[in-house]
């Protein structure tokens, strides 16, 4: 890759599952105590409109029993009956007693299970009838990957059926895998991973099981769609789909498979927000903990944990803190009935930087900081660092010095908005406006445009300011930021973060210019003229991106080498106090708005 160019990002999109499962949804809202649950995502289909076929369900299955025609009610056997004594429901959950065998609805049960997936399999449950104590009892375990897709297919096939299509094969990537990312924390008992591998494991699973998944990665005319591999149940008959239903389908046809999720131990390296039980890595005394869930770790001297989750793949990652405005942090602190149950976001807040500083966490993994956290130094082709705060109306400056540039390595300097391409020079997508040090050039859209004669280089200090008016639209109103606080919380290292998916292609689409916006760039203390006008309304942070080993150093203030004196403007590092002050009321405004509903119960039963 040239020191001045980079080739364009391959275009990929995703299709998010958009059918929602309405029957029983409401129905089966309720939870276990002991086990890891957390808001039920709507049991989804997505349509894949990109194979022309039509798959549908066979008139008998492929073990030779003839199935029952699925339904609303689904009823095959008179003596597998609920308590209630009505039929089978496949659109609810439903649970089967491992002594007696008969299936009872969830909405029947006097236990609260949590809010559950229909055709989950991973669970053992005995009714009150057989059960020697004369109550029920469920727990939920953890399931391989092999059970979590046949939950995701059977739900499928069954809400296909339900609409009237009658399929029974479904693209991976665009109905399997969303469906499985949307009901996670419902199908499994561990948290969300961090990377994607698992998308692959997905595959594998079903490719490799041939016992329990039928496949085709081609249609009948040879064409592969962008849709394409496809994948049902061997077995159409969903009615038996139970806890044993692996070995059921594995001794029908005579062969011995398996795909294991884990063993559900989650590692100081994985993903938990769950509490942990009295015992478990604590001292305890009178059954009570010692260590609290609602106590951050120390932070290390530079304000940021050293091992921490990267903003890559499409999901950002937000340092969390307890938030001592939260209500019944005192009840969930103390009581040991919450453990092993998934901390509520709104127990967290987000957590406000003290001062300006080149963010750990929303940079490309290879750049190196400084300990202090205002040098960055580069490493091969080209790739950016944000700051750590951004702004989105007012007059703003900051300045870097070149502090080395070796030959043929490159720097472009500017600003940014959060969702522009870490992996990628500043100016190459339509979220960066940037000055680049070889010729003087300005970028913006992989685009670039003369700016000033022969750029600048080792001893320069570069000034960048940005001028962003409050719009029409804002006129009058109060703009908050972003309160996080319904967002998941994953742990990585003993420290919670937010997780935040973005929204790419509906940002872009949501881009709009900001009239008589402005950017100018100084050298040295010179106005080197305007840069940019009328720029994309949104937040903007400083940011550095460059071209192999070259080291730059950040001032954000408040003492500046060449502060403007021909336009009156605030340093970059008086934006903390306004920060935090305008978290501090989203956050508060989120528990008022939400007061009622931040129930403890309302979460876990």
Not at 237 to 257: A, C, H, M, W
Not at 425 to 436: K, Q, V
Not at 503 to 518: G, N, T, V, Y
Request: charged share 25%.
């Amino acid at each position: 890759m040239k020191g001045d160019e980079i080739a364009d990002e391959g275009s990929s999109t995703e299709s998010d599952a958009d059918k929602i499962m309405k029957d029983g949804d409401s129905q089966s809202a309720r939870d276990v105590p002991m086990e890891d649950e957390s808001n039920l995502e709507d049991l989804a289909s997505s349509e894949t409109g990109s194979s022309d076929q039509q798959h549908t369900i066979q008139s008998t299955s492929q073990d030779g029993v003839a199935p029952t025609k699925l339904s609303s009610t689904g009823g095959r056997s008179s003596d597998q009956q609920c308590y209630c004594g009505k039929e089978r429901n496949m659109n609810i959950v439903e649970l089967q007693c491992i002594a007696c065998l008969k299936w009872f609805h969830d909405t029947c049960l006097s236990l609260p299970i949590g809010k559950c997936v229909p055709f989950m399999t991973n669970y053992t449950f005995s009714c009150k009838q057989c059960n020697p104590s004369g109550t029920e009892n469920f727990s939920k375990k953890q399931p391989n990957f092999s059970q979590m897709c046949v939950t995701a297919l059977a739900n499928l096939t069954q809400r296909s059926h339900y609409d009237g299509d009658n399929r029974t094969m479904f693209s991976k990537d665009k109905e399997i895998i969303p469906f499985i990312e949307k009901n996670w924390e419902h199908m499994t008992t561990v948290p969300r991973r961090i990377k994607q591998t698992w998308h692959t494991t997905v595959f594998k699973t079903m490719l490799k099981d041939t016992d329990i998944f039928t496949s085709e990665e081609k249609s009948e005319s040879g064409e592969i769609t962008d849709a394409h591999p496809f994948f049902g149940l061997v077995l159409m008959d969903l009615e038996r789909i139970s806890p044993n239903y692996e070995s059921f389908v594995k001794s029908s046809q005579g062969r011995n498979t398996d795909s294991q999720f884990g063993s559900g131990a989650v590692t100081g390296k994985g993903r938990s927000t769950k509490r942990k039980f009295p015992g478990e890595g604590q001292t305890t005394t009178s059954g009570r903990k010692i260590k609290s869930d609602l106590v951050m770790p120390k932070l290390p001297p530079n304000g940021y944990p050293l091992e921490h989750p990267y903003n890559k793949d499409g999901y950002r990652y937000i340092l969390a803190e307890p938030d001592p405005h939260a209500p019944f942090r005192q009840q969930f602190d103390e009581s040991i009935d919450w453990a092993g149950k998934p901390i509520p976001g709104w127990l967290y807040r987000k957590l406000e930087p003290s001062n300006v500083l080149l963010a750990m966490h929303d940079r490309a993994p290879q750049l190196r900081l400084s300990e202090d956290r205002l040098i960055v130094t580069g490493e091969k082709g080209y790739c950016m660092v944000r700051a750590t705060h951004g702004v989105e109306e007012g007059t703003w400056y900051f300045e870097a010095t070149i502090d080395e540039m070796p030959e043929n390595s490159a720097t472009r300097i500017g600003w940014s908005q959060e969702l522009a391409n870490l992996q990628a020079p500043l100016g190459y997508d339509r979220f960066g406006y940037s000055w680049r040090s070889r010729k003087g050039t300005r970028f913006h859209e992989s685009r670039g445009y003369h700016y000033s004669d022969g750029g600048y280089g080792v001893g320069d200090t570069l000034g960048f300011l940005i001028h962003l008016p409050r719009s029409k639209e804002k006129e009058g109103k109060l703009s908050m930021p972003d309160a996080f606080k319904d967002r998941p919380l994953v742990k990585f290292k003993s420290y919670l973060y937010y997780e935040e998916k973005d929204e790419l292609q509906q940002a872009i689409k949501s881009l709009k210019p900001l009239p008589k916006s402005q950017i100018t760039y100084y050298k040295n203390g010179e106005n080197m003229g305007l840069a940019w006008q009328d720029i994309n309304e949104g937040t903007y942070y400083p940011a550095i991106s460059l071209y192999k080993s070259c080291s730059v150093r950040l001032n954000f203030g408040p003492n500046f080498k060449h502060k403007p004196k021909d336009v009156e403007c605030s340093g970059m590092d008086e934006i903390v106090h306004k920060a935090m002050i305008h978290q501090t009321v989203s956050d508060l405004l989120y528990l008022v708005e939400n007061e009622g509903q931040l129930q403890l119960d309302a979460i876990y039963f």
